[in-house]
């Protein structure tokens, strides 16, 4: 039997399978937070990881956005082989790792900043895939960052092949933050519970909705329905801030955290976007204590990764 997360200790999560980390987040009755940390930019506090950063503000997921798996980069670091460089990041911060990755259209990209231009490791193939899987990655998160021409159909055909190669090494969560460049797929239309329902059917452990109030349209009654029934089909559910609120006021953190806890989600995620690579950490902070109070959040904070 897995222990809830909340009160698993590195050494807890070392030894987990995928469905150690699924019983996990379950048994935690919507108090895990992940939080998405972007590995090629400079660290907020330049010689340690932004990973590292969220870790100690009360992350129990890292998320790497904007990860190669054929050219993986981690700034702050130390020098280790590139295929080594999830696993010291685990072993550096006892916490689960995800990644993103992209099922990007052929002709899909229409990226307006250069941090998010494509490259060939980042892309929802099985071959990066399996690479992620030999990396010890956790957690594969099929989405898509702006402008990247994501579309719901080509997560749910990454998806049947993922489950269909991979089997069970791995926990698959799919979803999207945003619109991810395809406009027809904006606002209510990001997911509904036609696409909840084909993702979960096409071997998704996790969906991921929009935090509400984080994109237009997107309410707390909205979001609740699609929890409740990615629920009843047996997944559990994320709600993302993926839209740079994450760099907002922490008023408004607790706000949006509230709002999240009231759909029923299992999982809480912070995006990458504080002034960039991490969300303000006195955002992180703030949000777990409005999702599990101090003693949860201090527990994470303090423990020992040598627990």
Known sequence: ??????????????????????????????????????????????????????????????????????????????????FDVVRTLKRLTGRPIGINLEPVEEDGTDETDPL?????????????????????????????????????????????????????????????????????????????????????????DILLFPAPGTVPGITTEYVRELVSYAHSLGALTITAIGTSQEGADTDTMRQIAMMCKMTGTDIHHLGDAGYAGMALPENIQAYSVAIRGVRHTYHRMAASILR
Request: neutral net charge; proline residues 3%; contains cysteine.
């Open 116 to 204: 998010w231009q494509m490259a060939d490791g980042r892309k929802a193939t099985l071959e990066n895939a399996q690479r992620a899987c030999g990396m010890g990655v956790d957690m594969i998160l099929l989405t898509g960052n702006p402008g990247m021409g994501v579309s719901n159909e080509a997560i749910e055909r990454t998806l049947k092949l993922y489950k269909e190669n991979l089997g069970d090494k791995i926990v698959l969560a799919a979803g999207k933050m945003h619109a991810a460049g395809i406009l027809k797929e904006a606002a209510e239309n990001i997911i509904t519970k036609e696409d909840v329902r084909r993702f979960r059917e096409a071997g998704a």
């Open 1 to 82: 039997m897995a222990k809830r997360m909340l009160d698993g200790y590195a050494s807890d999560f070392a030894k987990f399978t995928r469905k150690d980390l699924l019983e996990s987040i379950t048994k935690s009755e919507g108090r895990v937070i992940v939080c998405e940390t972007i590995g090629t930019i400079r660290p907020m506090l330049g010689d340690v990881t932004n990973a590292e950063f969220a870790a100690a503000m009360g992350a129990d997921i890292l998320l790497l956005n904007v990860f190669d798996v054929k050219n993986p980069v981690i700034e702050g670091l130390p020098k280790e082989a590139p």
